[in-house]
């Protein structure tokens, strides 16, 4: 039982180019979620689903598309990168009989140049 | 809108000594709190949670809070810390919405002197 795995761990991308976070939970959760945590911000949410087959914005979700390809994976695409975009971001999911229990990912580093 | 202020952006201790770092948040209805620890380069692990019922909660690690509705309060406190403790702490809330979305504060870094 992996719980919430993320790749890649770190990435360098230029400014404009794109890439896609991947998230996967083994948990048969039904909600998932993006977070990106910045310094002196906490952990702030950028997309969500809520079940398989519906996503939802978040407070920062500009710049930011979500996949919920199934009910284990969830990805998250950036089509333009650029520097503000540096952050690291994590994965959650959430289920069971209290879902609203988060359970978080290892992060993926981000450096946008 | 729900919101969390995390009062003590840095806190040092030395080791034994008690710790209790401030939360408040801002929602009118029922809410689920959080307590989340992220230790150096790792993830964020859930340190304890109040639902319902008896407001003072026990989690990992010696760590408990106590749930103050009337202040709108969810302090976490530890009566003897170690230097393993140092860590970001993050107080989260939420109170609603079809997924249960999170509202993290902003979170204080604990910093424990061996």
């Known amino acids: 039982n992996a719980g919430v795995t993320q790749t890649p761990k770190f990435q360098v991308l230029k400014t404009g180019q794109s890439m896609t976070l991947q998230c996967a939970q083994d948990m048969n959760h039904n909600s998932m979620y993006w977070y990106r945590q910045d310094p002196g911000m906490g952990l702030r949410l950028i997309y969500y689903?809520?079940?398989?087959?519906?996503?939802d914005k978040g407070e920062v979700p500009n710049g930011y598309n979500v996949s919920r390809l199934n009910k284990r994976e969830f990805s998250l695409r950036l089509e333009s990168a650029a520097p503000s975009q540096t952050s690291v971001y994590f994965c959650?999911?959430?289920?069971?009989?209290?879902?609203?229990?988060?359970?978080f990912g290892p992060g993926t580093r981000l450096l946008v140049l | 809108a729900q919101s969390v202020s995390q009062h003590n952006h840095h806190v040092i201790l030395s080791e034994a000594a008690s710790l209790e770092l401030g939360c408040n948040y801002s929602y009118g209805g029922t809410v689920n709190l959080f307590w989340y620890v992220q230790y150096p380069g790792q993830h964020l692990q859930l340190l304890l949670k109040?639902?319902?019922?008896?407001?003072l909660v026990k989690g990992i690690k010696g760590f408990e809070a106590e749930f103050i509705k009337s202040k709108f309060s969810f302090n976490l406190r530890k009566p003897s810390v170690q230097w393993s403790d140092t860590a970001e702490y993050f107080c989260a809330v939420n109170g609603g919405g079809s997924a249960r979305q999170l509202t993290f504060g902003s979170g204080t870094q604990l910093t424990v002197l061996p």
């Open positions: 959650a999911s959430s289920g069971g009989p209290r879902y609203e229990t988060q359970y």
């Open positions: 689903s809520a079940s398989e087959g519906t996503t």
């Open positions: 109040y639902f319902s019922g008896d407001p």
